[in-house]
């Protein structure tokens, strides 16, 4: 019966949603439900989750970091971490978060919108948030997302790549882990990094459909772009500080490529694909011997994955369009490293893993020397939620899983 409910989750949606809308068709993934499992293992996670939620802000270090706390303990709990470990990764997170400050003032019904994009009110936003949340609807969290994720002129879902993407990857968990701690702060983390990002979604103007190139294949155009000349001498050094110059000086490029992807054709066969191109960005641009991984590429990786886990949960209007979110953040990051080369060359090949599988990897990335490094663990957990959803015959996503926890030695 379980299964048959999965499977009619995507059907429930197209209905619902409109037969005029293009639908990515996927299962929900598997609900760690922790509030309500009283084993050691959830009820360990459930409480870090809520210490995590009262005694550290969601942005610290001057506004400039996000608390991704959530994101490393929900990781590898999935990944099979023992209450003790769990304990450990949050002992050593809180060493660099902040407690809670005020902000300036309250946000409210009438004037919320008009703080959106100042990070300085991230606490006035959960507040809001949370005052719907017991006021409006009886502490259903689902009700609060709804409403604010989807409705009006311009949707926070429109804006889920402002920081780095981190909005959206926050939003994945709160789903997967039914957190309404989680899903209150993902809200916040929505509004307080609001950013110019949303009116590419928001304004149909910026959406050619007749694109002077097309291909279905992301990495195909990454490819293309890697090689373009026009984009040769825009920066000098790799870095986040060049997405916002880019948008400002070199919006057309980019837009030409974001454009370029068919994905209306078959937006599951696409989407994916893009799951793919994201394992290659941040696996396959590193050469053999070279250890050290792109972190903003990271984030390519880990906001598929929350792409993943929201396409089921969310009214098909908005399927393509979140896909096509990802897909501008991908584009941003992809311009502002330099455009590294993808080589598939770089993954091993069938026969190449030496009988190293999901658990040696899983075993790595909880007892090895990178266990309590955020980006790391989760994107070893997102890989093998790729291989749980596409299936993975050739184990390319193994292949990408082995070479990345062995070599891994740091972030450039």
């Known amino acids: 019966m379980a299964s048959f409910l999965l499977s009619y989750v995507p059907l429930v949606n197209r209905l619902v949603g409109g037969a005029s809308y293009k639908t990515i068709d ?18 360990t996670l459930k409480h870090l989750l809520k210490a995590n939620h009262i005694n550290h802000s969601i942005l610290y270090h001057n506004l400039e970091f996000d608390n991704h706390a959530a994101h490393i303990l929900c990781s590898a709990y999935h990944l099979g971490a023992t209450p003790e470990q769990l304990n450990h990764i949050y002992d050593e997170e ?23 994009g100042d990070k300085r009110f991230q606490r006035a936003f959960l507040d809001f948030f949370e005052d719907q949340l017991a006021l409006k609807y009886t502490y259903k969290w689902r009700g609060v997302v709804d409403e604010y994720l989807f409705k009006g002129d311009e949707p926070l879902i429109s804006g889920l790549i402002g920081g780095l993407g981190h909005p959206l990857i926050h939003l994945g968990y709160a789903y997967e882990f039914d957190s309404r701690e989680i899903a209150m702060e993902a809200l916040s983390l929505a509004a307080s990094q609001h950013n110019f990002f949303h009116k590419y979604l ?7 459909p007749r694109p002077s190139f097309t291909s279905p294949s992301p990495l195909e155009l990454l490819g293309k772009l890697s090689s373009d000349s026009r984009f040769d001498h825009l920066f000098r050094e ?22 370029a992807w068919d994905i209306n054709s078959n937006p599951t066969k696409q989407f994916q694909a893009s799951q793919e191109a994201a394992v290659a960005l941040l696996v396959a641009t590193v050469a053999p011997g070279a250890h050290n991984y792109n972190f903003l590429l990271c984030h390519v990786v880990t906001t598929s994955h929350a792409v993943r886990i929201l396409l089921p949960n969310i009214p098909a209007k908005y399927h393509v369009s979140l896909v096509r979110q990802w897909w501008l953040l991908t584009l941003a990051v992809y311009i502002a490293v330099l455009r590294p080369k993808v080589d598939p060359d770089y993954v091993p090949g069938e026969g190449e893993l030496k009988g190293k599988g999901w658990k040696y990897v899983e075993h790595v990335a909880l007892t090895g020397p990178w266990r309590t490094d955020a980006h790391y663990v989760k994107a070893i957990r997102t890989m093998k939620e790729m291989s749980r959803t596409w299936g993975d015959v050739h184990e390319r996503y193994l292949a990408a899983a082995v070479r990345f926890a062995d070599d891994f030695a740091g972030w450039l």
Request: hydrophobic share 30%; glycine share 2%; charged share 30%.
């Open 26 to 43: 996927l299962p929900r993934v598997e609900v760690h439900n922790v509030e309500a499992d009283a084993d050691k293992r959830p009820r």
């Open 94 to 116: 809180s060493k660099s978060l902040e407690p809670w400050k005020n902000s300036p003032a309250e946000v409210g019904d009438e004037d919320w919108q008009y703080y959106l």
């Open 202 to 208: 928001d304004d149909p103007a910026y959406t050619n």
């Open 238 to 259: 790799p870095g986040f500080s060049n997405i916002e110059t880019l948008f400002e000086k070199h919006e057309p490029l980019v837009l030409e490529y974001w454009n």
